[in-house]
Structure formats: structure tokens, C-alpha cells
């Protein structure tokens, strides 16, 4: 799993029908690095850093196996110094 | 998943069947990147910034578990700049 | 899916059961690129800009849920240059 | 199957269900190398050299096939130094 | 799939049990490049250059559905010269 800290929520209105309304967050992998999109699935507010699940495991983690989703949070790290 | 800009239309006449009639598009995830190819399922136009979803996932996301794509569009980003 | 360019066909004599006689190709993403072999679907000849789809798609793309291709050319882009 | 190295435990209490009470051990490639996230089958110290497995197989391998990893520790490595 | 020498033979003593008996490599995918440990699936020596497999596909080229690999050796290159 990635270790990746969230930026912020991601705003689409035009998507395909399977994402629901689960929240979309970007998140980088380290300050200044490229960012992804990982559905939420514990709760996240900006600046935490979490784990994040991908691979065919992202869908189940997003709630269902059809969820279309290759990258998930599993998890908030309780403590975190990037380095 | 990836946030890519959305750069042309891909024309294959000679490909499998199984690919049907989907539009391919050429996609980017930044400016002077490599480029991919991806299925569109939201209906995108040149230059949109859209989440493409990869792994097993791509498959259902461009219509069913049969459908051999590793790359599916599945939303337009309402508001991006690269950066 | 990624745009590779065919480079020659792989000779491969001493190889499990389940690849059959299926022709593998040495593909390269851009000149100069390192080489990965893609399984043909389609009938390339070298020098063929193609697509080709990766993850579990590559399997059913070349030919049924059993065939342990993790890469197959799908596609024959009618008209490419790289750049 | 990557070679990483072990570096310490990940302490993560707000967790989706589905992980259980598995250990995540933080592990890097090599000295310096990005960490990432593994969950532990065979029982690993610090220091360990290990072997991950990713993809779908990381599942299986870390209990059940719904299990929600995409990288899983299968073997501890007797006798490797890094170079 | 990816192009690889074999450079030796890994001993893993502590391993989770559905890894069997199979003989685990490792492999470069060029000189100097980083290691990744592969299954081998048709009898290989050092110094070979062999074709593997991986995502879901490297499972079932090592056995069976349910075998935790990623990566799998699944044919011997009759020629081969790096470059």
C-alpha cells in the first residue's frame, strides 16, 4: 500500500453512474509529487496522512466489488513525518 | 486513479472485436508527458481534464467485467490546473 | 492502454503449455525505450504503432480468461508519430 | 515479487474493518528508497529482508481472497545484502 | 511481460506455505537494474533470458489460481542480447 497525504476533495460532476457519491480526494505520494485520485473510505480532512490500497483490493475496500475505484484509503496513520 | 488531460481521438480501423465502437482517446497526465490511451466513458472533448481508472477496474467502468480496457475515463474534473 | 511500436517477433521454444502458439512480440514505447513483449491479437508486422492493454484485460484480449498474457496488442493505430 | 527491507511498524487506528488486526509493517526497496505499506503473513522483525507479493495475489496471501491488500510480506529472505 | 536475465536461486526457509516447493529466482531486467524475485515456471539457469509474466496472469502461469505470485517465468528466450 501507498503511504500518501490528502490534499483535497476533487469536484466531479460529470461522472459515470458506478462512483456514487463516495468523496474523491486527491492525494501525493510526497510534497511537490504527482497527484492520484483515492476514494475516501474512513474520513479524511485535508493534511492527513493515510494508507491508500490498489489493485483489484481497491474495490472491495470502496464498499463493493464492482466499485471502480484502483485506489482506496484504508487507513489513517496516527503518526507521520514525511522524510 | 489519474488525473489526465484528454489531448485527441485515437483512430484504430484494424482492432479486436471486443473493443466495439468505444472512442479510444489519447490522454496525457501532464504537458510534455508520456502519452496513454483510454476508453471514454463520460464523453470527453480535446483538452478536458478528466479521472481515468486503471486495473481490473477499467473493465466494468467502460461497460462490462469483459471489456478489455486497462485505462477507463470515468469523470471530467469540473475545475483543474496543472501544477 | 499504452502506444507501443513492434520491433520484431520473440522466439521462445522452451515455454509453458498455456502460451500456445500465439506470436510474441518485443514492443518499445518510444525509440530507444526498454523492450517488454506483448502478446499479437491482431497481426502486426514490425514497425506498427499498436496499442496494447495490460492487467488482467490482456488475458480475455488474447483469447480467453486462462491465457497468461499480462500484455496483448489489441490495435493497429491507423496513422502515428512519435513525439 | 520485490525484495524490501523491513523497517517498523505502522500504527493505524482508524482503519476500515476489513484490514483486522493483520500487522502493516512499513517496508523500502533499498536505503532510501520511497516506503511503502505491506502486511505481514510470516511474522517479520525489523531489519528482515522480505519478500512482497502485489496484485491480486497479495490478497490470498494475506489470508482470504477479499482481504484488502496490494502488498503482502510471504517470505523472509535468509541471507541478503543489498546491492 | 517483461525481459529478464536470471542471476541466482533465492532461499527463503520462512515462507507461508501456499508458496510450495517452487523454485524462486532472481531476476534484472538489465545489468546494474533492481532485482524482483520471479517464480520459475519451465526450468531456467543463471544467465538465462526469460520471458515473465505478471498481474493476475503470473498466478496462473505458476499452478494454479490461487498461487501468490506476481511474477512467473514463463519461457526461455532462444536468443538474446542485451542492448
Same mark, same amino acid.
Given at each position: 500500500?501507498?503511504?500518501? @497525504?490528502? $490534499? ?6 460529470? %461522472?459515470?453512474? !458506478?462512483? &456514487? *457519491? ?5 492525494? %501525493? $505520494?510526497k510534497?511537490? &509529487?504527482p497527484? @492520484?485520485? +483515492?476514494? !475516501? ?5 485535508? &493534511? ?5 490500497? &490498489?489493485?483489484? +483490493? +481497491?474495490? $472491495? +475496500?470502496?464498499?463493493?466489488? !464492482? ?10 496513520i !496516527? *503518526?507521520?513525518? $514525511?522524510?
Amino acid at each position: 500500500m501507498k503511504i500518501c @497525504q490528502v $490534499e483535497k476533495t476533487l469536484v466531479s460532476t460529470n %461522472r459515470i453512474k !458506478d462512483l &456514487g *457519491h463516495r468523496p474523491l480526494l486527491v492525494v %501525493r $505520494e510526497k510534497v511537490g &509529487g504527482p497527484r @492520484q485520485v +483515492a476514494v !475516501d473510505a474512513v474520513g479524511c480532512v485535508a &493534511g492527513d496522512w493515510v494508507i491508500c490500497v &490498489g489493485s483489484s +483490493a +481497491a474495490r $472491495e +475496500a470502496a464498499g463493493s466489488k !464492482d466499485y471502480p475505484s484502483d485506489l482506496t484509503i484504508v487507513g489513517i496513520i !496516527d *503518526h507521520w513525518s $514525511e522524510g
